[in-house]
């Protein structure tokens, strides 16, 4: 018989302040402010319309209020993927955040 412990775990410092920049970004409807932190393929890859259709998506949920759990980091193909579940005050479906980064900035965000 296998058992699963879930240790609590804190995102690390880095992964915690761009997930924040990139939330504060979708709240605030700021694409500037969402590609800045980003590498520049993440820059060029994530056209203002993509922006905007997830921005009228979540964007609305954010700002209601919302809390983030970190869960952890899973490791594919050389890169470290961060998670959070994000619940939203709403009581409606959750998300689950992923983020990548390296050398300080974003290479992928996604909301599934």
């Avoid at 058992?3 to 804190?10: E, Q």
């Avoid at 504060?24 to 520049?40: K, L, M, R, T």
Wanted: hydrophobic share 45%.
């Amino acid at each position: 018989m296998s058992t699963v412990s879930a240790p609590l775990v804190s995102a690390p410092a880095e992964a915690d302040r761009l997930f924040t920049t990139l939330l504060d970004a979708v709240q605030a409807e700021s694409y500037e402010a969402f590609i800045a932190p980003g590498s520049h393929c993440f820059q060029h890859g994530v056209s203002q319309e993509m922006f905007t259709a997830v921005g009228a998506q979540v964007g609305a949920f954010l700002r209601q209020g919302y809390e983030a759990a970190y869960l952890g980091l899973i490791r594919r193909k050389g890169h470290e993927i961060h998670l959070w579940k994000l619940t939203y005050a709403d009581g409606g479906d959750d998300n689950l955040a992923h983020l990548t980064f390296a050398d300080g900035k974003v290479t992928g965000f996604w909301l599934t």
